[in-house]
């Protein structure tokens, strides 16, 4: 009974998935079709209409081996080898960039929108 129940609730979560990849094709925008699936899942999760309990157990199984599913891109990244060795400054900056700059921007966000409430 659970195996089924989790697998009900796995293909509701393809269902979304395949939902948000077909808004990718259909409109020709160039957000990938998992973006659109997970704010297609924000909302339904949101207005209700998918209730947390429906997704729970598969979502919280995918999330327990989420680590799986990042062997295959961390197997990939040993080919390019190469490019990390000839531009490995610039990545290492745009991860720092890219981690640092939305820190501080949302911390001044933040800081800009507290002052209002006072």
Aim: aromatic residues 12%; positive net charge; hydrophobic residues 60%.
């Amino acid at each position: 009974m659970k195996l089924l129940q989790l697998i009900g609730q796995g293909m509701l979560l393809w269902i979304v998935y395949w939902l948000g990849n077909q808004i990718t094709a259909t409109t020709g925008l160039p957000i990938p079709g998992t973006v659109f699936g997970m704010v297609l899942l924000f909302l339904l999760l949101l207005s209700g209409i998918i209730k947390l309990r429906y997704i729970q157990d598969a979502a919280d199984f995918l999330l327990k081996h989420m680590l799986f599913f990042f062997i295959p891109i961390a197997v990939g990244l040993m080919d390019w080898g190469a490019v990390f060795y000839e531009h490995g400054v610039v990545l290492a900056a745009a991860l720092l960039a890219g981690a640092v700059l939305p820190f501080f921007a949302v911390g001044g966000l933040t800081q800009l929108l507290r002052k209002g409430d006072k």
